[in-house]
């Protein structure tokens, strides 16, 4: 059990106390391990700019100076979740997991206008619960792998409890998708290193089902100033359009006399230059698009 105390920039101060409980048993006969954990977090705003959120000069750039904000405090949270994890042989491992995460005047950011600047913000409460299946292969013949899934529902409530509020925000009661809501995830990645360990290569992929958007009001597709994400948008479902990601990187040692070793490696993240947005018309942070194919390369030396 640990006791905080938080000064945050001598606006707020808070105390709380944090336990952490987890639990596991191992089934020997069958190699099964089942555990289930409790904690109780608490979380101190982020800490860049968070002056500027509770700014009284700044307020006055609001509709309604009165009511454009007020101090950021901590972030309370109870987080459970119980798994199993089964050995499949000597070959394979599969693990299950089921969370639960609620939440208190949740940590989030905010940006100023139209510039970069960002700012903490905070929501009155959320609830985050999925599911989560993973299989890890382990080495075999110099190849690794695994696989995941994962279903997940991030749900918040209005109103806004702390921060600067610039724009229009959510009704009290009202409630909305975090901007990080995936329904289904799924990632998969293969690694081979020769017995040498002086080649390795791996390839990884990232499926995301599409985060969720609100349209506001008045919304006209028509007038839009960014065509190109209307494509990348579903307006039935509310949602951005899925996306696949796909990253490989492989690299070696090509020099090696005495101590001194020559190391270099090159990798592509997007390998298929996929465009997707990372965030469209989100509430706190406008919209976003991931980054194109990237190369990437790196020379270690060492002597």
Known sequence: VQTCALPIWLLVEETAVSPRVGLAYHVHNSGTVLRASYNRIFMPPFSENLLLSSSEQARQLAPNPRQSGSAVHAERQHAFEVGAQQAIGARARLDLAYYRKDSRNIADVDQFLDTTVTFPIAVAKGLAQGVEARLDVPVAMGVSGYVSVSRAKIRMTAPLTGGLFLEDVPAPGET?????????????????????????????????????????????????????????????????????????????????????????????????????????????????????????GRIKVTF
């Open 176 to 296: 909305f998708y975090a901007d990080h809501d995936q329904r289904w995830q799924s990632q998969m990645g293969m690694t081979y290193e020769h017995p040498s360990r002086r080649f390795y290569a791996s390839g990884s992929a990232r499926f995301d089902s599409g985060i969720p958007f609100n349209l506001p009001d008045g919304f006209d597709a028509a007038t839009f100033p960014d065509q190109k994400a209307l494509t990348l948008v579903n307006f039935e479902t509310g949602r951005a359009r899925p996306r696949t990601i796909a990253d490989v990187v492989a690299g070696g040692e090509i020099y090696r006399r005495g101590s001194t070793k020559l190391e270099a490696q090159l990798g592509v993240m997007n390998l298929f230059d996929t465009t997707y947005l990372l965030n469209f018309l989100s509430i706190f942070n406008g919209t976003h698009y991931g980054a194109p194919r990237t190369w990437t």
